[in-house]
Protein backbone atom coordinates (compact mmCIF):
# COMPACT_ATOMS: atom_id res chain seq x y z
CA UNK A 1 0.00 0.00 0.00
CA UNK A 2 1.22 3.79 -0.83
CA UNK A 3 0.62 6.25 1.97
CA UNK A 4 1.76 9.76 2.83
CA UNK A 5 1.50 10.91 6.28
CA UNK A 6 1.65 14.41 7.61
CA UNK A 7 0.64 14.22 10.89
CA UNK A 8 0.62 18.54 11.58
CA UNK A 9 -2.49 19.60 10.60
CA UNK A 10 -2.28 22.77 11.52
CA UNK A 11 0.59 24.85 12.94
CA UNK A 12 1.01 28.49 13.79
CA UNK A 13 4.11 30.29 13.88
CA UNK A 14 4.83 34.28 14.70
CA UNK A 15 6.81 35.99 12.17
CA UNK A 16 10.04 35.70 11.15
CA UNK A 17 10.30 32.22 13.02
CA UNK A 18 11.70 28.98 11.32
CA UNK A 19 9.01 26.30 10.79
CA UNK A 20 9.19 22.84 9.65
CA UNK A 21 6.31 20.65 7.62
CA UNK A 22 7.10 17.15 8.45
CA UNK A 23 6.03 14.23 5.36
CA UNK A 24 6.52 10.42 6.07
CA UNK A 25 5.92 8.37 3.07
CA UNK A 26 5.39 4.71 2.21
CA UNK A 27 5.80 2.53 -0.67
CA UNK A 28 7.22 -0.66 -2.09
CA UNK A 29 8.73 0.79 -5.47
CA UNK A 30 12.19 1.84 -5.88
CA UNK A 31 11.18 4.68 -8.34
CA UNK A 32 8.85 7.21 -6.90
CA UNK A 33 8.55 11.75 -7.26
CA UNK A 34 7.73 13.40 -3.97
CA UNK A 35 6.07 16.87 -4.62
CA UNK A 36 5.31 19.58 -2.20
CA UNK A 37 2.70 21.93 -3.16
CA UNK A 38 1.14 24.99 -1.58
CA UNK A 39 -2.62 26.28 -1.46
CA UNK A 40 -3.39 29.85 -0.75
CA UNK A 41 -6.38 30.89 0.48
CA UNK A 42 -7.72 31.51 -2.94
CA UNK A 43 -7.24 28.03 -3.58
CA UNK A 44 -5.59 27.51 -6.35
CA UNK A 45 -2.54 24.64 -6.22
CA UNK A 46 1.34 26.08 -6.18
CA UNK A 47 4.01 23.29 -7.54
CA UNK A 48 6.60 23.76 -5.16
CA UNK A 49 9.13 21.24 -5.71
CA UNK A 50 9.69 17.75 -7.26
CA UNK A 51 11.78 14.93 -6.27
CA UNK A 52 12.54 11.64 -7.64
CA UNK A 53 13.68 8.96 -5.96
CA UNK A 54 17.21 8.19 -6.65
CA UNK A 55 18.05 12.13 -6.12
CA UNK A 56 18.65 12.73 -2.24
CA UNK A 57 20.05 15.90 -2.67
CA UNK A 58 18.62 18.14 0.00
CA UNK A 59 17.71 21.72 -1.94
CA UNK A 60 17.22 25.29 -0.95
CA UNK A 61 15.34 27.86 -2.74
CA UNK A 62 15.43 31.22 -1.39
CA UNK A 63 13.73 30.86 2.27
CA UNK A 64 12.34 27.42 0.97
CA UNK A 65 14.41 24.03 1.60
CA UNK A 66 13.93 20.39 1.69
CA UNK A 67 15.64 17.12 3.22
CA UNK A 68 15.16 14.46 1.31
CA UNK A 69 15.95 11.32 3.79
CA UNK A 70 14.86 7.74 2.14
CA UNK A 71 16.21 5.82 5.16
CA UNK A 72 13.44 7.63 7.09
CA UNK A 73 11.04 7.85 4.06
CA UNK A 74 10.84 11.61 5.38
CA UNK A 75 10.88 14.89 2.62
CA UNK A 76 10.61 17.48 5.23
CA UNK A 77 9.62 20.99 3.91
CA UNK A 78 11.31 24.27 5.99
CA UNK A 79 10.98 27.99 5.82
CA UNK A 80 13.09 30.22 6.94
CA UNK A 81 12.16 33.32 8.82
CA UNK A 82 8.67 32.97 7.85
CA UNK A 83 6.29 35.59 6.77
CA UNK A 84 2.32 36.06 6.57
CA UNK A 85 2.14 35.59 2.58
CA UNK A 86 3.57 32.29 3.68
CA UNK A 87 -0.05 30.94 5.33
CA UNK A 88 -1.32 28.30 3.06
CA UNK A 89 -2.09 24.39 3.27
CA UNK A 90 0.98 22.54 1.83
CA UNK A 91 0.61 19.24 0.97
CA UNK A 92 3.31 16.31 0.23
CA UNK A 93 2.37 13.80 -2.64
CA UNK A 94 3.94 10.41 -3.69
CA UNK A 95 3.44 8.99 -7.28
CA UNK A 96 5.07 6.16 -8.46
CA UNK A 97 4.33 4.32 -11.92
CA UNK A 98 4.95 1.18 -13.82
CA UNK A 99 8.25 2.32 -16.15
CA UNK A 100 6.38 1.67 -19.11
CA UNK A 101 4.88 5.02 -17.52
CA UNK A 102 1.44 3.37 -17.72
CA UNK A 103 -0.26 2.69 -13.79
CA UNK A 104 0.04 4.73 -11.88
CA UNK A 105 -0.38 5.34 -8.16
CA UNK A 106 -0.98 9.14 -6.76
CA UNK A 107 -0.99 9.46 -3.36
CA UNK A 108 -1.77 12.88 -1.43
CA UNK A 109 -0.82 13.29 1.96
CA UNK A 110 -3.95 15.47 3.89
CA UNK A 111 -1.94 18.96 4.10
CA UNK A 112 -0.82 20.86 7.17
CA UNK A 113 -2.39 24.27 7.31
CA UNK A 114 0.15 27.16 8.21
CA UNK A 115 -0.73 30.05 10.04
CA UNK A 116 2.12 33.08 9.67
CA UNK A 117 1.22 35.30 12.67
CA UNK A 118 2.23 39.11 12.26
CA UNK B 1 -0.41 29.41 -23.01
CA UNK B 2 -3.33 29.05 -20.45
CA UNK B 3 -2.27 25.82 -19.08
CA UNK B 4 -4.69 23.72 -17.57
CA UNK B 5 -8.20 25.20 -18.00
CA UNK B 6 -11.27 24.21 -16.12
CA UNK B 7 -15.54 24.84 -16.98
CA UNK B 8 -17.16 26.02 -15.12
CA UNK B 9 -15.88 27.30 -11.62
CA UNK B 10 -18.69 26.70 -9.55
CA UNK B 11 -21.93 24.57 -10.02
CA UNK B 12 -25.23 23.98 -8.00
CA UNK B 13 -26.83 20.46 -8.78
CA UNK B 14 -30.18 18.59 -7.18
CA UNK B 15 -29.60 15.01 -6.33
CA UNK B 16 -29.67 12.92 -9.16
CA UNK B 17 -28.93 15.32 -11.84
CA UNK B 18 -26.01 15.12 -14.35
CA UNK B 19 -23.43 17.20 -15.41
CA UNK B 20 -19.81 16.91 -16.75
CA UNK B 21 -16.72 19.09 -16.11
CA UNK B 22 -14.46 19.94 -18.34
CA UNK B 23 -10.93 20.15 -18.70
CA UNK B 24 -8.21 21.38 -21.38
CA UNK B 25 -4.80 21.33 -21.40
CA UNK B 26 -2.40 23.25 -24.10
CA UNK B 27 0.80 21.86 -23.11
CA UNK B 28 1.08 18.68 -25.21
CA UNK B 29 0.52 16.18 -21.60
CA UNK B 30 -0.14 12.61 -22.21
CA UNK B 31 -1.43 12.08 -18.79
CA UNK B 32 -4.49 14.12 -17.36
CA UNK B 33 -6.07 13.37 -13.71
CA UNK B 34 -9.16 14.48 -11.91
CA UNK B 35 -9.37 15.08 -8.32
CA UNK B 36 -11.73 15.89 -5.66
CA UNK B 37 -10.99 16.99 -2.71
CA UNK B 38 -12.89 17.99 0.65
CA UNK B 39 -11.85 19.44 4.31
CA UNK B 40 -9.12 17.10 5.85
CA UNK B 41 -8.98 14.42 3.21
CA UNK B 42 -6.50 16.07 1.01
CA UNK B 43 -6.65 15.39 -2.82
CA UNK B 44 -7.82 11.81 -3.77
CA UNK B 45 -7.54 10.72 -7.01
CA UNK B 46 -10.98 9.69 -9.04
CA UNK B 47 -9.47 8.90 -12.77
CA UNK B 48 -6.40 9.40 -14.93
CA UNK B 49 -5.45 9.19 -18.35
CA UNK B 50 -1.77 8.21 -18.84
CA UNK B 51 -2.55 9.00 -22.89
CA UNK B 52 -5.30 10.11 -25.01
CA UNK B 53 -7.34 6.82 -25.59
CA UNK B 54 -6.26 5.34 -22.04
CA UNK B 55 -8.11 6.00 -18.70
CA UNK B 56 -7.75 4.01 -15.35
CA UNK B 57 -9.36 4.11 -11.81
CA UNK B 58 -8.02 5.89 -8.93
CA UNK B 59 -8.93 5.34 -5.41
CA UNK B 60 -12.37 7.24 -5.27
CA UNK B 61 -13.72 6.02 -9.04
CA UNK B 62 -17.73 5.60 -7.70
CA UNK B 63 -20.37 7.38 -9.13
CA UNK B 64 -17.61 9.34 -11.83
CA UNK B 65 -17.19 8.15 -15.42
CA UNK B 66 -14.80 9.82 -17.49
CA UNK B 67 -13.60 10.90 -21.16
CA UNK B 68 -10.52 11.29 -22.73
CA UNK B 69 -11.56 13.14 -25.60
CA UNK B 70 -8.52 13.63 -27.71
CA UNK B 71 -4.98 14.24 -26.28
CA UNK B 72 -6.00 18.29 -24.95
CA UNK B 73 -9.81 17.35 -23.35
CA UNK B 74 -10.07 15.11 -20.12
CA UNK B 75 -13.34 15.68 -19.02
CA UNK B 76 -14.98 14.07 -15.95
CA UNK B 77 -19.37 12.96 -15.75
CA UNK B 78 -21.05 12.31 -12.74
CA UNK B 79 -23.86 10.37 -13.92
CA UNK B 80 -26.47 10.75 -11.13
CA UNK B 81 -25.23 13.52 -8.87
CA UNK B 82 -25.35 12.70 -4.87
CA UNK B 83 -24.44 14.49 -1.66
CA UNK B 84 -21.37 13.17 -1.19
CA UNK B 85 -20.10 14.13 -4.65
CA UNK B 86 -20.30 18.15 -3.18
CA UNK B 87 -16.60 19.02 -3.15
CA UNK B 88 -13.78 21.09 -4.86
CA UNK B 89 -13.01 18.98 -8.11
CA UNK B 90 -9.06 19.59 -9.42
CA UNK B 91 -8.11 18.56 -12.97
CA UNK B 92 -4.62 18.15 -13.51
CA UNK B 93 -2.19 17.37 -16.50
CA UNK B 94 1.46 16.03 -15.79
CA UNK B 95 4.77 17.01 -17.27
CA UNK B 96 7.52 17.80 -14.80
CA UNK B 97 5.45 18.33 -12.64
CA UNK B 98 1.35 17.90 -12.35
CA UNK B 99 -0.41 21.44 -13.64
CA UNK B 100 -3.15 22.20 -12.05
CA UNK B 101 -6.16 23.53 -13.11
CA UNK B 102 -8.27 26.40 -10.67
CA UNK B 103 -10.62 24.04 -9.19
CA UNK B 104 -14.51 23.45 -9.56
CA UNK B 105 -16.93 24.03 -6.89
CA UNK B 106 -19.56 21.65 -6.94
CA UNK B 107 -22.47 21.63 -4.28
CA UNK B 108 -25.10 19.17 -4.68
CA UNK B 109 -28.23 19.55 -2.66
Known amino acids: AQKVTQAQTEISVVEKEDVTLDCVYE???????LFWYKQPPSGELVFLIR??????QNEISGRYSWNFQKSTSSFNFTITASQVVDSAVYFC???????????????FGTGTKLQVIP | NAGVTQTPKFQVLKTGQSMTLQCAQD?????MYWYRQDPGMGLRLIYY???????DKGEVPNGYNVSRLNKREFSLRLESAAPSQTSVYFC????????FGPGTRLTVT
Open chain 2, 92 to 99: ASRGYEQY
Open chain 1, 27 to 33: TRDTTYY
Open chain 1, 51 to 56: RNSFDE
Open chain 1, 93 to 107: ALITEEDSGGYQKVT
Open chain 2, 27 to 31: MNHNS
Open chain 2, 49 to 55: SASEGTT
